[in-house]
Nanobody, 125 residues
């Protein structure tokens, strides 16, 4: 099990940028595939981005591809989500999640056993 704490959410104007962080503690961080998901009011939780524990391959939803970048620093037990050119439709609570040695189905929430409490991102038009 790993404990996750997100930070960096804020109110930002359309076109602006934010960088979210997710600090992990517990088991060996480097063995976790780390994902970011988001949930807007009245909507289901949706996949945003993920970075595999081995190889560091990254995957993005079509809605954020080219604007968001996921990265990780295993020495700091932290995963990041750099968000550029934010739009009002990006407004949501953003959650980081961990899948131990996750390799399959990692754009789905299913393999992620550990979740943070979320951080709110609000984009004004």
């Amino acid at each position: 099990q790993v404990q996750l704490v997100e930070s960096g959410g804020a109110l930002v104007q359309a076109g602006g940028s934010l960088k979210l962080s997710c600090a992990a503690s517990g088991r060996t961080f480097s063995e976790y595939t780390m994902g970011w998901f988001r949930q807007a009011p009245g909507k289901e939780r949706e996949f945003v981005a993920t970075i595999r524990w081995i190889g560091g391959n990254t995957y993005y939803s079509d809605s954020v591809k080219g604007r968001f970048t996921i990265s990780r620093d295993n020495a700091k037990n932290t995963v990041y989500l750099q968000m550029n050119n934010l739009q009002p439709e990006d407004t949501a609570a953003y959650y980081c999640a961990a899948a131990y040695r996750g390799l399959v189905n990692i754009i789905s929430p299913i393999p992620y056993a550990d979740w943070g409490q979320g951080t709110q991102v609000t984009v004004s038009s």
